[in-house]
């Protein structure tokens, strides 16, 4: 029994490989001890010996990716972040973690209620994908990387600012809609003036 063999036993199971290439090319006696190889090379990594599942395989290997492109991701390189929140959903997915609420769904809410033009498009398209970077690090269930995603937060609230869709610019644009007073007006002049500004 050598640690080395199993190590890449596991190697190419987290690879794809299948258990009877494995067997083959490393040489072991049956497939019953290239799965005990790999099961020891689980858990001399901390994995649980009945871990060496289909599913808990495939998780590992969606672990593995993601730490491959993570770097990349966070310079923000757009393949990689779009390959890392596909990653996290696929590790969701299989994990059976409840989808808790999506960030992606309050903005798109937010921007049904705001009045955009053709222009506004890419802004828009910005929030959205700002706001699915943000569930995609709540779906990992790693409190550093949710912690990590919240950095992303204020720029999304300046993309909805810049839109018109925060509380904040929706009170700018309804003082840039009362007329200023003009020195000189009388108050017939300031009435006219009140009401031409009210809607409707």
């Known amino acids: 029994m050598s640690v080395e063999k199993d190590l890449k036993a596991l190697d190419l199971c987290r690879a794809g490989v299948a258990i009877s290439v494995i067997r083959e090319n490393l040489g072991f ?3 019953q001890s ?3 190889a790999i099961a020891r090379a689980r858990k001399a990594q901390g994995h649980a010996v009945e871990a060496a599942t289909v ?3 495939e998780l590992d290997r969606l672990n593995r990716l993601q730490q491959a492109v993570w770097a990349k991701a966070l310079r923000g390189d757009e393949k990689a972040v779009e390959l890392a929140v596909s990653l996290s959903r696929e590790r969701v997915r299989l994990s059976g973690v409840p989808v808790r609420s999506r960030m992606g769904g309050a903005v798109e809410a937010t921007l049904k209620c705001v009045s955009l033009r053709d222009v506004d498009e890419a802004a828009a398209e910005t929030a959205r994908r700002i706001a699915a970077s943000i ?3 709540a779906d990992t269930g790693d409190r550093t990387v949710e912690m990590k995603a919240l950095y992303l937060v204020p720029h999304l609230m ?3 600012r810049e839109l018109g869709a925060t509380p904040e ?3 700018e644009v309804a003082k840039a809609a009362v007329p200023a007073v ?3 007006d009388d108050e017939l002049a300031k009435f ?3 009401k031409a500004a009210k809607p409707g």
């Open 169 to 171: 610019a929706r009170g």
């Open 55 to 57: 599913r808990e395989v």
């Open 34 to 36: 290239t799965v005990a």
């Open 192 to 194: 006219r003036r009140r």
């Open 135 to 137: 569930d995609a690090a």
């Open 29 to 31: 006696k049956t497939v």
């Open 182 to 184: 003009v020195e000189g």
């Open 158 to 160: 300046n993309v909805l």
